[in-house]
């Protein structure tokens, strides 16, 4: 069974900065193209930022230049490192994997971690 483990979140003062850590077990995330999303309280959950196993990055315009998306496939790792941290960042943060298989999508999800950033 695939699991995404996601890690480093916690509180934080704004201005400062946190990186979370996306784990995964049983696949290589070197094939996938790994997401974070996240989701405020009463909110959507919304994307964040992506790395594609070419190592392209996206990123949404809300948090263009503050956040940093980087994959270690050595390690079987992508982080999300987030500068200049604001309240409004504060969300459970999702790690999220896709890829496509001889034309079949697949996709995992993390359990989430959560972020909290105090003004």
């Known amino acids: 069974q695939v699991q995404l483990v996601e890690s480093g979140g916690g509180l934080a003062h704004a201005g400062g900065s946190l990186r979370l850590s996306c784990a995964a077990s049983?696949?290589?995330?070197?094939?996938?193209?790994v997401g974070w999303y996240r989701q405020a309280p009463g909110n959507q959950r919304e994307w964040v930022a992506d790395i594609t196993s070419g190592g392209n990055t996206n990123y949404a315009d809300s948090v263009k230049g503050r956040f940093t998306i980087s994959r270690a496939n050595a390690k079987n790792m992508v982080y999300l490192e987030i500068n200049s941290l604001k309240p409004e960042d504060t969300a459970v943060y999702y790690c999220h994997a896709r890829t496509v298989l001889l034309t079949r999508p697949y996709e995992y999800w993390g359990q989430g971690t959560q972020v909290t950033v105090s003004s």
């Open positions: 049983t696949i290589t995330f070197s094939g996938y193209t």
